[in-house]
């Protein structure tokens, strides 16, 4: 059977997918803690020192791929706690919502799709 896909030799390189997607949201998600521990966090939900911190942890951990997919978890729930505070503030439909759904898209597949490559939780 032959896949009908444009570019069938980089179905290969399946792996990098997980990978990119990991890598990109660490950083954001790293850029949001440091933006709370330097008190300039206009996000929405806490905005405290603490908060930041565990963000910046969680990043960490997506960013080197160790425990992965409770690290996608942890920020699949901090973004849908994100969600819900613009929900609240009947700010639903902003534009700055989009960006975090963008964010839990991400999250989410993580959960399904494992780290990627160059992560310390690669199933051998």
Not at 20 to 33: N, S
Not at 47 to 71: P, R
Not at 92 to 119: E, K, Q, R, W
Request: charged letters at 10%.
């Amino acid at each position: 059977m032959h896949p009908l896909s444009l570019f069938p030799s980089l179905l290969s390189f399946g792996q990098v997918s997980p990978l990119i997607i990991r890598v990109v949201l660490g950083v954001t998600l790293a850029y949001f803690g440091y933006e709370k521990i330097k008190g300039r966090g206009q996000s929405s939900g806490s905005n405290s020192k603490m908060y930041g911190g565990v963000e910046i942890f969680i990043a960490i951990f997506l960013v080197i791929g160790l425990w992965t997919q409770l690290a996608a978890l942890l920020n699949a729930v901090i973004l849908v706690i994100k969600l819900g505070i613009k929900a609240r503030e009947k700010k639903l439909l902003s534009d700055g919502i989009n960006y975090y759904i963008l964010l839990l898209a991400m999250a989410v597949s993580l959960l399904f799709t494992g780290p990627g490559l160059f992560a310390f939780d690669l199933p051998l």
